[in-house]
């Protein structure tokens, strides 16, 4: 049975730093490319950032390039997501989830080719 499991999120004020961190368990997380996605309240789940199984390629959606950095452990089958100067538009649940389709090298920003999903981890930003 595959699980992830969120854990870093919390209330900052803008400006501040966060870092999310997903540990996976039941897969061989070193065969997945792994993204982030973020859901903001009353709205759609949106992409954040994705790495390939080796870590060699990231991806990022153009709102949190240069903010947010995403990161992997595959032998502590752990992601992470290293976010710089929050803003309050950050405000949202964020989910990591496992990359089932597409070429093993690859990374991806479509959330349809995701298809194991944490619970997800609240960060707030204050203004």
């Known amino acids: 049975q595959v699980q992830l499991v969120e854990s870093g999120g919390g209330s900052v004020q803008a400006g501040g730093s966060l870092t999310l961190d997903c540990v996976a368990s039941?897969?061989?997380?070193?065969?997945?490319?792994m993204g982030w996605f973020r859901q903001a309240s009353g709205k759609e789940r949106e992409f954040v950032a994705a790495?390939?199984?080796?870590?060699?390629?990231?991806y990022y959606t153009d709102s949190v390039k240069g903010r947010f950095t995403i990161t992997r452990d595959n032998a502590q089958n752990t992601v992470l997501l290293q976010m710089n100067s929050l803003k309050p538009e950050d405000t949202a649940d964020y989910y990591c989830?496992?990359?089932?389709?597409?070429?093993?090298?690859?990374?991806?920003?479509?959330?349809?080719?995701?298809?194991?999903w944490g619970q997800g981890t609240h960060v707030t930003v204050s203004s």
């Open positions: 989830a496992v990359r089932t389709k597409g070429l093993l090298y690859d990374v991806g920003s479509n959330k349809d080719e995701y298809y194991y």
């Open positions: 790495i390939s199984w080796n870590g060699a390629t990231t």
């Open positions: 039941g897969l061989s997380f070193n065969s997945y490319a």
